[in-house]
């Protein structure tokens, strides 16, 4: 067992985890933070995006150990300070860029990771973004459009419209 | 997973040190071996983890003017940090997997896993790198051999890897749409003693070099020379993705596209 300090959305924790703990599973089952999901665990679907020192990484690629010292943000940490939904979350509401909500959370964490460091992308740089990140329900189009909206761009009429 | 410890040395002394003990093994981005333990397809008692040891992180330009790559430097880092120096590797690099992966997975894991369908082996071969290990240096043309096997010995570290910077260059892929690995992917160099092209994805031993390509782009850097050439099926991967006689197709479609990108 080894010890792991950290802080998560703002807030210092600390825990015991083997070497073996992923760090999907130190979030969600020592933190209970079970707003990342785990869609695959073998490090395809992105559904477990966090940030790790600002960048997007699979949560279940990492152990927990290896986040020692670092700052971590998840999907809890997302929503205005009022509880209100950011901007990012707002535009999948508005843009019913969500059907059953699994992939979810790791759609608005590489989201957010893309708007950080480009603020205007375009529909092709959104859509190779999100090349890591797999939806079963939407067909894509709907969340392609709410990260134009969120980045405060004319939504494109997209294929199959 | 079987359980294992994990260590996070500072230096690469120290690393040495951990990876001595008995089956331990390094940790790079674990993009390829954190998956690889779920599958209980290793069984290391320690993982020393390289990430944090800052002699291995970073891009510079070395005396001859190379591009000097430490070996535990992520994609994303290398995409950025050579797009001016370097246009080829940083396209490559900027092209693996996903945005996530490129944030975690490093040169030296890739170089040591040498999966054959990988990119950077092709950019390593290609560009005639030089692999530099805690003990020695070794030539890319002596460091691949076969699909998964390289010139590293137990416990030996990739600390950098230089590349000569071509006067062009461009790396062409045909992606797999599932794994986004290369289902082919053609790196060409051209250097002012000749061209170099390095094939990943195709052959049941690993990355090679097509040298029928190498000697007709030396003397017409077009995708014209490659006309007359043909790629025998022989040898080449066949899986649900691609037959073999598809394979060796592309092998020379993705090396013109190449020619005609390179900048
Ligand atoms: C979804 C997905 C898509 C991907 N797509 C691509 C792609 O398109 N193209 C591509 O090329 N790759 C792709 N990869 C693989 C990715 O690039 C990996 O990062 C890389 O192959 C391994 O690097 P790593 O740092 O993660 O190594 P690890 O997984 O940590 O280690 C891999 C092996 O290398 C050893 N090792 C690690 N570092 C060193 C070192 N410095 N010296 C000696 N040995 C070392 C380890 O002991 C282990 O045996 C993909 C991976 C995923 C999960
Ligand atoms: S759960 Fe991590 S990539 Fe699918
Ligand atoms: S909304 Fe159901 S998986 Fe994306």
């Not at chain 2, 160099?189 to 170099?196: L, P, Q, S």
Request: charged share 20%.
């Amino acid at each position: 067992m080894a010890s792991v300090t950290m802080t998560v959305n703002g807030k210092s924790v600390s825990g015991d985890v083997e070497g073996r703990t992923l760090m999907s599973d130190f979030l969600r089952n020592d933190l209970r933070l079970t707003g990342t999901h785990i869609g695959c665990d073998t490090s395809q679907c992105g559904a477990c995006v966090i940030h790790v020192n600002g960048e997007a990484v699979k949560s279940c690629t990492m152990f927990a150990v290896e986040a020692d010292g670092a700052e971590v943000a998840t999907i809890e940490g997302q929503a205005n300070t009022d509880g209100s939904l950011n901007v990012i979350q707002q535009a999948f509401q508005d843009h019913h860029g969500l059907q059953c909500g699994f992939c979810t959370p790791g759609m608005v964490m590489s989201a957010a990771a893309l708007l950080k460091d480009n603020p205007k992308p375009s529909e092709a740089e959104v859509r190779e973004y999100l090349e890591g990140n797999i939806c079963r329900c939407t067909g894509y189009h709907n969340i392609v459009k709410a990260i134009m909206a969120a980045s405060g761009q004319d939504v494109p009429a997209v294929a199959a419209e | 997973m079987y359980a294992f410890e994990i260590e996070r040395p500072s230096t690469i002394a120290d690393a040495i040190k951990a990876l001595s003990e008995e089956d331990a093994q390094a940790l790079g981005g674990g993009q390829t071996l954190i998956p690889t333990l779920k599958q209980r397809l290793a069984m290391p008692a320690t993982l020393v983890s390289l990430t944090g040891i800052g002699e291995m992180q970073g891009v510079c330009i070395g005396d001859n003017g190379e591009v000097c790559v430490g070996g535990a430097t992520n994609h994303a880092t290398v995409a950025a940090e050579t797009a001016a120096s370097y246009p080829g590797l940083s396209g490559l690099a900027g092209n693996i997997g996903d945005p996530a992966v490129r944030n975690r997975g490093t040169v030296g894991g890739s170089l040591a896993n040498n999966d054959p369908s990988a990119c950077y082996p092709a950019a390593a071969l290609g560009s005639g790198a030089t692999i530099i290990t805690n003990t020695r240096q070794i030539a890319a043309d002596d460091y691949f051999q076969g699909m998964f096997e390289t010139a590293l010995e137990e416990g030996e570290v990739i600390t950098e890897v230089r590349f000569p910077v071509p006067e062009k260059s461009h790396y062409e892929k045909f992606v797999q749409p599932a794994s986004r690995f290369a289902l082919v992917g053609v790196f060409v160099a051209k250097y002012a003693d000749g061209v170099r092209v390095a094939v990943t994805g195709a052959s049941e031993n690993g990355v090679y070099r097509w040298s029928e390509a190498e000697t007709a782009l030396s003397s017409d850097f077009s995708k014209d020379a490659l006309d007359g050439l043909t790629v025998p099926a022989d040898g080449m991967i066949a899986d649900l993705h691609g037959s073999s006689d598809y394979r060796a197709h592309l092998v020379k479609v993705m090396t013109g596209r190449a020619v005609t990108a390179a900048a």
